[in-house]
């Protein structure tokens, strides 16, 4: 059968000129030398290490003399604010993506909430740029300048080759910034989605936008309401599970896979409940790893409350 598909060229910025790239809609917000917190639009930022590395990482894809370029080869710090679906922080978006502005004059008239972030409250003597306090979730990050020898590139007026490969100014017009997660702030109403188990109604209103398609529009796709697809059933999922969810409960208190086998029949809408039960107990008795023995002890207590109740 011929193919259905047309080879289409590949140019220059190809994820908007030659495809459609779903993308997150991301305000960056960078230090200026005055202290000010300068906001720019970015949606090359992408998680880049995940895991398995002694930090965890986004990569930043930007114009090299961008301001928030420029300030990040200055201070290396940054937030990284996710904006929710609402017309009027994309139109915002789109403004503050616009280049030639000074951060003065962008940040001046801002339809946004700057408040302090988390990092400039833990250390009151270090200098962070601000973050934006319609976020759903801000990650305050540090330019790991370390890697591809990145720490030599300073701010110039033009760059000129060599580049390095993935890391600081990487060509004549572009740099890549490998930046490291320090704290991730969420919202509260999504902090306790995340904890207590995700449901379709609980997710924040994310938009996904797909760039300029020509010079005069950008474009972006309006939040719907997420739908979840269960995955096959396999043999021993169940328990990966319950690991799964026995590990983020707590970060003092852990779960031995035997005391998670326990488990594995719990309807999954009360597993956090029972495990946030489990690690209660834990803390009560001053045990820091549950065992299988210890959720035979758990379950013993429970059904002779039961009982009592019962009766
Ligand atoms: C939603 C949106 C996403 C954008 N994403 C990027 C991006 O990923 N990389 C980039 O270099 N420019 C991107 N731009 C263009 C920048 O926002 C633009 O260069 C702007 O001048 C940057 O602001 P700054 O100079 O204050 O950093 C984007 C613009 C918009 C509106």
């Known amino acids: 059968m011929p193919s259905t598909f047309k080879d289409l060229r590949i140019v220059d910025n190809f994820y908007q000129t030659s495809s459609f790239f779903p993308m997150p809609t991301i305000v960056i917000g960078t230090l200026c030398e005055d202290g000010l917190t300068n906001l720019g639009s970015y ?73 302090k972030g988390l990092r400039a409250q833990e250390d009151p003597d270090g200098r962070y740029p601000e973050i934006i306090a319609e976020s759903f979730q801000v990650f305050e990050c ?35 910034f490998i930046l490291k997660v320090e704290r991730i702030l969420m919202q509260e109403r999504y902090h306790a989605a995340i904890v207590n188990g995700m449901r379709a109604g609980r997710f924040p209103r994310v938009p996904v936008d797909y760039g300029y398609r020509d010079n005069t529009r950008f474009w972006y796709t309006r939040f719907r309401r997420p739908l979840a697809q269960l995955i096959p059933k396999k043999k021993g999922q169940e328990l990966s599970s319950v690991v799964y969810a026995a590990d983020r409960m707590d ?16 309807p999954r809408v009360f597993l956090n409940t029972a495990l946030s039960a489990c690690v209660k107990w834990a803390k009560e008795n001053g045990v820091v790893e549950i065992t299988a023995e210890h959720m035979d002890i758990i379950n013993d207590k429970r059904s002779k409350e039961k009982g009592r109740r019962r009766s």
């Not at 990284?80 to 922080?89: A, E, G, S, V």
């Not at 080759?161 to 004549?172: D, M």
Request: overall charge neutral.
């Open 43 to 115: 949606s090359l930022c992408f998680p880049y290490y995940i895991a398995g590395k002694e930090y965890y990482a986004m990569l930043l894809e930007c114009r090299n003399n961008s301001n928030t370029a420029v300030n990040l080869l200055r201070t290396g710090k940054c937030s990284l604010n996710f904006i929710p679906d609402r017309r009027k922080y994309f139109k915002e978006a789109v403004r503050l993506g616009y280049p030639g502005d000074t951060p003065q004059e962008k940040v001046k008239d801002t339809i946004f909430t700057l408040e």
């Open 142 to 176: 540090s330019w790991d300048s370390s890697l591809d020898n990145a720490s030599e590139d300073t701010v110039q007026e033009q760059y000129n080759p060599p580049f390095r490969n993935f890391n600081g100014i990487t060509s004549t017009f572009g740099a890549h």
């Open 251 to 266: 970060d003092q208190v852990k779960f031995t896979e035997a005391a998670c086998a326990r488990l594995v029949n719990v």
